[in-house]
């Protein structure tokens, strides 16, 4: 909001200056004004309520100072500046939406639209410094879907895939606005489950939402392993490979008939 009143007041003494050099010279100075007041502002509408009194007064003067008829028609006073104005608003909002796009793809992940492993990795850098300051704990889950390889290999990846962002939609709906859901490749996912002290609640609303994902396929299940910042580490590689050998621990302890399964 500073730098939007900041370009206001540098219009304004852009278009004294053009009021100053008079002429058609002292027009065209009342155009970089408007266009600087135009990208500091972050609408359209925005752009022409910053830019059409600057352009106004710039006429004004221009027209009281300058030598007779040694301006553009009016209109063209007028008109020239916003247009501008709104031709840069256009093309900027053209460049907010390509950079949107480009960060989304960044760090979501291109088949179920979660995070993906670079957007783990962020919210982890935030989220250790924010609970260090705060002296609270948060919690990352290691998910591994158990049985998730015959079913691709029997129904296909086109299934598979599909079984994937069923998964990632449960685990949303399953947990809270803040928790980040990433999906950190294959059938691998992780949570980040920030102002959580108990890892158990936890587990048990992400192995109820792999349930639900399977749509009574008895063969998926999910093999979860936990760790709790800061008692079992304070980075996050500490804690995803701490959470992993738990998960691991996890797999050896199923029955030997789902084992088989997963394998």
Same mark, same amino acid.
Request: with cysteine.
């Given at each position: 909001m500073?730098?939007?009143?900041r370009?206001g007041?540098?219009?304004?003494?852009l278009?004294?200056?053009?009021?100053?050099?008079g002429?058609?010279? =002292?027009?065209?100075?009342?155009l970089?004004?408007a266009l600087?007041?135009?990208?500091?502002?972050?609408?359209?509408?925005?752009?022409?309520?910053?830019? #059409?009194?600057?352009?106004?007064v =710039?006429?004004?003067?221009?027209?009281?100072? #300058?030598?007779?008829g040694?301006?553009?028609?009016?209109?063209?006073?007028?008109?020239v500046?916003? #247009?501008?104005?709104?031709?840069?608003?256009?093309?900027?909002?053209?460049? &907010?939406?390509? %950079?949107?796009t480009? *960060?989304r793809?960044?760090?979501?992940?291109?088949?179920t639209?979660?995070?993906?492993?670079?957007? /783990? @990795?962020?919210m982890?850098?935030? *989220?250790?410094?924010?609970?260090?300051?705060?002296?609270r %704990?948060?919690?990352?889950?290691?998910?591994? @879907?158990d049985?998730f390889?015959?079913?691709?290999?029997?129904?296909?990846?086109?299934?598979?895939?599909?079984?994937? %962002?069923?998964?990632a939609?449960?685990?949303? %709906?399953? /947990?809270? &606005?803040?928790?980040?859901?990433?999906? @950190? =490749?294959?059938? *691998?996912?992780?949570v980040?489950?920030?102002?959580?002290?108990?890892?158990?609640?936890?587990?048990?609303?992400?192995?109820?939402?792999?349930?639900a994902?399977?749509?009574?396929?008895?063969g998926?299940?999910a093999? /979860?392993? #936990?760790?709790?910042?800061?008692?079992d =580490?304070?980075?996050? *590689?500490?804690?995803?490979? &701490?959470?992993?050998?738990?998960?691991?621990a996890?797999?050896?302890?199923?029955?030997?008939? &789902?084992?088989?399964?997963?394998?």
């Open positions: 500073d730098g939007f009143w370009a007041l540098v219009g304004i003494v278009v004294l200056l053009a009021g100053v050099a002429g058609s010279d =002292g027009f065209w100075l009342v970089p004004a600087l007041a135009g990208s500091a502002a972050a609408s359209a509408a925005a752009a022409v309520a910053l830019a #059409a009194p600057i352009v106004a =710039g006429a004004g003067t221009v027209l009281v100072l #300058a030598p007779a040694s301006l553009p028609p009016l209109w063209m006073v007028v008109s500046p916003l #247009a501008s104005v709104l031709v840069l608003q256009h093309g900027q909002g053209l460049l &907010r939406r390509e %950079r949107d480009l *960060e793809a960044a760090f979501s992940d291109p088949l639209g979660i995070a993906n492993r670079r957007m /783990l @990795l962020s982890a850098g935030y *989220e250790i410094a924010r609970h260090r300051r705060s002296g %704990r948060f919690t990352v889950v290691m998910i591994d @879907l049985g390889k015959p079913l691709n290999d029997r129904f296909g990846h086109a299934a598979g895939d599909e079984m994937l %962002r069923a998964v939609d449960q685990l949303a %709906r399953a /947990l809270r &606005r803040q928790d980040t859901v990433a999906r @950190l =490749g294959g059938d *691998e996912f992780c980040l489950a920030p102002e959580t002290a108990l890892a158990g609640p936890l587990q048990g609303k992400i192995g109820a939402a792999v349930v994902a399977s749509a009574g396929n008895d998926l299940r093999s /979860l392993g #936990a760790a709790v910042f800061p008692e =580490g304070t980075t996050i *590689e500490v804690l995803l490979e &701490r959470a992993d050998e738990r998960l691991l996890a797999k050896r302890r199923l029955p030997d008939r &789902r084992r088989h399964r997963a394998a």
